[in-house]
């Protein structure tokens, strides 16, 4: 895995490339990165404050600006937010990058900058069916399933996992995958039903969704390359 300066380097760029991007505006870590405790798993949390005149031109330079940093694979939207007047949440991958460096990009409008719940109850900002994918969620759902077993935490990723399924309306059942993977062999680096049960919610997410095949792909190698629940 790539270094924690290497990180930290990544984070500082997007700020840069972000700032630039929309005069006027700030950013600032958030999360892990800010707080000092990341661990090799740690995502990159960012808020971006903008002008509130400049909010929808803001955003509709983010993508470019980000390019300039690194290509960028997919930006996926919150769908909490799909519909804010003045936040939005962007989940963004880019090229080259560990998956486990999932650029997690909060923007606000300045007059809302100091309010976390901004719209996080209102149904007006949500999404309507049909407005995002359900599959593209599912699969982060299985990299995140990934990570919570890299840092021994089961149980999180049992949920992950859960909620990944339900939310493709795939029939899940603890320990089919690892039944269906086995056949004789033991898998090496996750437990074998971890493996398996992300392999298997990774697929699913991509039979429904055909252009997610080459990251569902990826997620398979990173459940099989990262870590094991001690017993």
Known sequence: MASETERQALADEVRTALERACPGSRTRLLGSLAAGTADD??????EWVVPDREFAACLARAESALERVRPVAAVRRDPAFLHSDRR??????FTGVSLFWRLDLDVRAESVAHDADYDRDNPGARA????????????????????????????EARGLLDRGFARIGVPYEVG????????????????????????RLARAAARQEPEL?????????????HGRVDR
């Open 41 to 46: 798993y740690s995502d990159l949390d960012v």
């Open 88 to 93: 939005r949440l962007l989940f963004v991958r």
């Open 128 to 155: 309507r069916e049909g407005e995002w994918s359900r599959p593209a969620s599912a699969l982060a759902n299985a990299i995140g399933a990934v990570k919570a077993v890299a840092r021994q935490r089961p149980d």
């Open 176 to 199: 089919a995958g690892a039944d269906a993977r086995r056949g004789g062999e033991e898998a090496t680096a996750l437990e074998p039903d971890w493996a398996a049960e992300v392999g």
């Open 213 to 225: 095949r080459p990251l569902a792909e990826q997620a398979v190698r990173l459940a099989e390359e």
